[in-house]
């Protein structure tokens, strides 16, 4: 599978260490990949094995062209860059206040559209290079109590068009992956304080589960391969059929 995906000493950046980042950091460290993850967290950086970590706050320009720049000097270089950086607060629109907001735009959209932009012009002068964002579902579908996020999330699938457009000619593709609903801390703390959710949730799934983490990380890792050269500019919906119903 190492040599399939041609991963082997490539130069991988992870931002966030969450249930879905640490998974994905497993999941290149074990394709033979050099990865240095970024976490505003200390605490779930020093929860990895296997790689560089680097502490940092990417919800402003300057934080997220700073960390990518200290990220690739520590790798010496950067073939793959995969941002999974990214809150959620399920309330209905009244509820959120300017705050809120501005809080989701900048942990979920500055951060995706500066450190791309950190990580692209190096990929471009050396006329390679993977970027993948985390994307959504709820940046497709209208959910309740989505709001910001969704919005976030749908501006992030325009983004990876644009991107995937801008640096196509120079070696360089840019796509998303866009989980369903996923086994992750995140969507457990949510079912835990709302243990109805859990049922009705299913139903909506044509595949009767929610997914697992490998089920997002075997994706990552092909867009991020040399077997992905011709892929560029997709949203690649994995939710178990969620979004054909």
Avoid at 8 to 20: F, K, N, P, Q, S
Avoid at 164 to 186: F, I, K, R, S, W
Avoid at 206 to 230: D, N, W, Y
Wanted: with cysteine.
């Amino acid at each position: 599978m190492t040599d399939w995906l041609g991963l082997d000493g490539a130069r991988v950046i992870v931002a966030g260490a969450g249930t879905l980042g640490a998974a994905l950091v497993e999941g290149f460290v074990g394709a033979g990949a050099e990865v240095c993850a970024i976490d505003v967290s200390e605490e779930r950086l020093a929860e990895l094995t296997g790689a560089r970590t680097l502490a940092a706050d990417l919800s402003s320009a300057e934080g997220s062209l700073e960390a990518i720049a200290d990220a690739r000097q520590q790798l010496g270089g950067l073939d793959v860059f995969v941002h999974g950086v990214g809150i959620n607060d399920r309330r209905p629109i009244p509820e959120y206040s300017p705050a809120d907001w501005e809080r989701f735009i900048s942990v979920n959209l500055t951060s995706a559209f500066f450190t791309a932009q950190a990580a692209l012009e190096p990929m471009r002068a050396q006329g390679h290079g993977r970027v993948v964002f985390f994307s959504s579902v709820a940046g497709l579908m209208g959910h309740r109590k989505h709001g910001p996020y969704a919005a976030t999330k749908g501006a992030i699938n325009q983004l990876t068009k644009v991107m995937a457009h801008e640096y196509a000619a120079d070696g360089v593709t840019v796509n998303a992956v866009a989980p369903g609903y996923m086994e992750t801390n995140l969507t457990t703390a949510y079912l835990d304080a709302h243990p109805e959710e859990r049922a009705r949730l299913l139903t909506l799934i044509p595949a009767g589960r929610f997914g697992q983490l490998h089920e997002v990380v075997g994706p990552v890792l092909f867009l991020a391969s040399k077997q992905a050269s011709f892929v560029n500019g997709q949203v690649i919906y994995i939710d178990g059929g969620r979004t054909v119903v």
